[in-house]
């Protein structure tokens, strides 16, 4: 053994490996010819000055083109303690447990989920790796479970359908199209966080929006949404695969008895309709939704509970208009009221335009004016006319200001209803939430705590979803007087075809409702 004498640097043997390693340009040229330059290759981001650089340096310097088409930098993998991930210091989970507990395709979305795959560092901590599961992999899991359980109830054989003209389905598939076209497109390159992102968002589309707003129709055993749903599926497992790997193959096989997902081609997404119009309509409308919701939320009242109104002001109103049982339904509200957004509808129902003045953007451009004209949209002092924005009598262009809507909370209480809720939509209006609860939807909403409570005790006695039953309530005058009232909603929702009730302020085994009301429930299947 000697020592070669002709090294320059450790770097430049490192940087020698594409065509070192085949022994060129003594033999295998051929192979070296076609296999060079690499396509990927992926290192820790401190390899750019190091590996990287010198393979570059050689491949250009030798053959007159780069050594590599596509690169990854990663970050530093951090312990749980904020320091360097280190096998002396054991600090970070232990791996067979995270697989024991959550599966490897947990460990593998947190890996390929998270910025460390473009240059940041990464804490590793079990609770990062449990928000994958509850975010992507158990409503996934959960997404084919019902799919299952409502297949085998109906005795129906679902098929790879497009054809539904469902506006739910239409809308679902159209999503479907751009999930197949945006993870197509972050993958080619090599963005695995992109492509994650994109995959969560879906899977919180197809359980949180199509399932749960689909429910009475699987359970009316729709051949539509049962095929829908089954494509959807068999799509998303060929798409989430590569990052989801095993939970994709177990649902792959349960789904369509093939033999792997992995052996499947990618699909295509020009084989799926897409409709533009309704995607932007429906995303519309799943905003207002979500914004009303947080607005029951914050002001303590129960989903469960109607609401009289909820008045949505936006642009493009009349596209909502076909949605408008939609949103009554997902905010549990008796009427929708949809209104064009004018500056006479931002007056009337007390919401103002406020001005942001970006002042790295104005700064350079206006100079030591930027500290008065930030005072002067603050103060009101602004106008905005055909275009044009002046703040303190100087006139801003495009990107040193924004403009959005907040509600005017200088009006008196003489001037607002106190019992009415706003809430900003982010792509321009508001949501004005009535939260007047009369008599009568109180009683309703107590109605619909029962049918809830019912529906949990059917779960803990393990009846099918089918089963019918006979229903025991015990609560006060006033619960059973909503159920009462309401008996039609309770039978149908619950599968009640016998039902007795007793009036009493003594419970054994008492479930909460709203409203600080209790109830007593007892289920059996007849």
């Given at each position: 053994?000697?020592?070669?004498?002709?090294?320059?640097?450790?770097?430049?043997?490192?940087?020698?490996?594409?065509?070192?390693?085949?022994?060129?340009?003594?033999?295998?040229?051929?192979?070296?010819?076609?296999?060079?330059?690499?396509?990927y290759?992926?290192?820790?981001?401190?390899?750019?000055?190091?590996?990287?650089?010198?393979?570059?340096?050689?491949?250009?310097?030798?053959?007159?083109?780069?050594?590599?088409?596509?690169?990854?930098?990663?970050?530093?993998?951090?312990?749980?303690?904020?320091?360097?991930?280190?096998?002396?210091?054991?600090?970070?989970?232990?791996?067979?447990?995270?697989?024991?507990?959550?599966g490897?395709?947990?460990?593998?979305?947190?890996?390929?989920s998270?910025?460390?795959?473009?240059?940041?560092?990464l804490?590793?901590?079990?609770?990062?790796i449990?928000?994958?599961?509850?975010?992507?992999?158990?409503?996934?899991?959960?997404?084919?479970?019902?799919?299952?359980?409502?297949?085998?109830a109906?005795?129906?054989?679902?098929?790879?359908?497009?054809?539904?003209?469902?506006?739910?389905?239409?809308?679902?598939?159209?999503?479907?199209?751009?999930?197949?076209?945006?993870?197509?497109?972050?993958?080619?390159?090599?963005?695995?966080?992109?492509?994650?992102?994109?995959?969560?968002?879906?899977?919180?589309?197809?359980?949180?929006?199509?399932?749960?707003?689909?429910?009475?129709?699987?359970?009316?055993?729709?051949?539509?949404?049962?095929?829908?749903?089954?494509?959807?599926?068999?799509?998303?497992?060929?798409?989430?695969?590569?990052?989801?790997?095993?939970?994709?193959?177990?649902?792959?096989?349960?789904?369509?008895?093939?033999?792997?997902?992995?052996?499947?081609?990618?699909?295509?997404?020009?084989?799926?309709?897409?409709?533009?119009?309704?995607?932007?309509?429906?995303?519309?409308?799943?905003?207002?939704s979500?914004?009303?919701?947080?607005?029951?939320?914050?002001?303590?009242?129960?989903?469960?509970?109607?609401?009289?109104?909820?008045?949505?002001?936006?642009?493009?109103?009349?596209?909502?208009?076909?949605?408008?049982?939609?949103?009554?339904e997902?905010?549990?509200?008796?009427?929708?009221?949809?209104?064009?957004?004018?500056l006479?509808?931002?007056?009337?129902?007390?919401?103002?335009?406020?001005?942001?003045?970006?002042?790295r953007?104005?700064?350079?451009?206006?100079?030591?004016?930027?500290?008065?004209?930030?005072?002067?949209?603050?103060?009101?002092?602004?106008?905005?006319?055909?275009?044009?924005?002046?703040?303190?009598?100087?006139?801003?262009?495009?990107?040193?200001?924004?403009?959005?809507?907040?509600?005017?909370?200088?009006?008196?209480?003489?001037?607002?209803?106190?019992?009415?809720?706003?809430?900003?939509?982010?792509?321009?209006?508001?949501?004005?939430?009535?939260?007047?609860?009369?008599?009568?939807?109180?009683?309703?909403?107590?109605?619909?705590?029962?049918?809830?409570?019912?529906?949990?005790?059917?779960?803990?006695?393990?009846?099918?979803?089918?089963?019918?039953?006979?229903?025991?309530?015990?609560?006060?005058?006033?619960?059973?007087?909503?159920?009462?009232?309401?008996?039609?909603?309770?039978?149908?929702?619950?599968?009640?075809?016998?039902?007795?009730?007793?009036?009493?302020?003594?419970?054994?085994?008492?479930?909460?409702?709203?409203?600080?009301?209790?109830?007593?429930?007892?289920?059996?299947?007849?």
């Open positions: 053994m000697r020592r070669i004498p002709e090294v320059l640097d450790c770097w430049f043997e490192s940087g020698s490996m594409p065509f070192a390693q085949s022994h060129y340009p003594f033999e295998n040229r051929e192979w070296f010819d076609s296999h060079n330059p690499g396509d290759i992926v290192e820790y981001v401190g390899q750019t000055r190091g590996w990287f650089y010198t393979l570059h340096v050689l491949s250009t310097a030798l053959f007159d083109r780069p050594a590599f088409k596509s690169a990854i930098s990663h970050g530093i993998i951090l312990g749980n303690d904020g320091q360097k991930m280190s096998k002396s210091l054991r600090n970070y989970p232990d791996v067979n447990e995270v697989f024991d507990r959550d490897a395709d947990a460990m593998r979305w947190f890996l390929l998270s910025p460390i795959l473009r240059g940041g560092n804490v590793v901590t079990e609770q990062g449990r928000e994958g599961v509850r975010q992507v992999l158990l409503p996934l899991w959960n997404t084919w479970y019902f799919f299952s359980l409502y297949a085998n109906s005795n129906y054989e679902a098929k790879f359908s497009t054809e539904s003209k469902d506006l739910l389905d239409r809308y679902l598939l159209s999503k479907t199209h751009d999930l197949v076209q945006e993870v197509e497109a972050h993958l080619n390159k090599y963005d695995s966080y992109s492509a994650a992102s994109s995959l969560r968002d879906f899977a919180d589309i197809l359980t949180n929006w199509y399932v749960r707003r689909s429910r009475d129709r699987f359970w009316e055993g729709s051949t539509e949404a049962f095929d829908t749903l089954y494509t959807v599926l068999e799509i998303f497992c060929r798409v989430a695969a590569p990052l989801l790997p095993m939970v994709t193959e177990k649902i792959w096989r349960g789904l369509t008895g093939g033999r792997s997902v992995h052996l499947e081609s990618w699909p295509s997404h020009t084989d799926l309709p897409h409709d533009a119009q309704l995607v932007e309509a429906m995303d519309q409308v799943r905003t207002v979500s914004v009303s919701s947080s607005l029951r939320k914050a002001s303590g009242l129960r989903v469960r509970l109607p609401l009289a109104n909820l008045t949505v002001v936006t642009k493009n109103v009349a596209s909502l208009q076909q949605f408008a049982d939609i949103i009554s997902e905010l549990n509200v008796k009427n929708v009221s949809l209104v064009e957004m004018s006479d509808s931002t007056t009337e129902f007390g919401v103002i335009k406020r001005l942001t003045v970006n002042s953007a104005a700064g350079p451009r206006i100079g030591k004016s930027v500290q008065a004209v930030i005072q002067a949209a603050k103060s009101g002092d602004w106008s905005e006319e055909n275009s044009i924005v002046t703040v303190g009598g100087i006139e801003l262009i495009e990107g040193e200001f924004e403009i959005d809507l907040v509600a005017d909370t200088s009006r008196s209480a003489d001037d607002a209803e106190p019992t009415d809720h706003i809430g900003i939509l982010p792509s321009g209006g508001f949501v004005i939430l009535d939260g007047k609860v009369s008599a009568e939807l109180a009683a309703e909403g107590l109605a619909r705590d029962v049918v809830r409570a019912v529906q949990q005790a059917r779960k803990d006695a393990g009846l099918d979803v089918s089963d019918r039953i006979k229903l025991s309530l015990r609560a006060n005058d006033l619960v059973l007087a909503a159920v009462s009232t309401h008996l039609d909603l309770v039978k149908s929702e619950t599968l009640a075809t016998e039902y007795e009730f007793e009036s009493t302020e003594a419970l054994d085994k008492p479930v909460a409702l709203g409203d600080g009301e209790q109830v007593e429930v007892l289920v059996a299947k007849v």
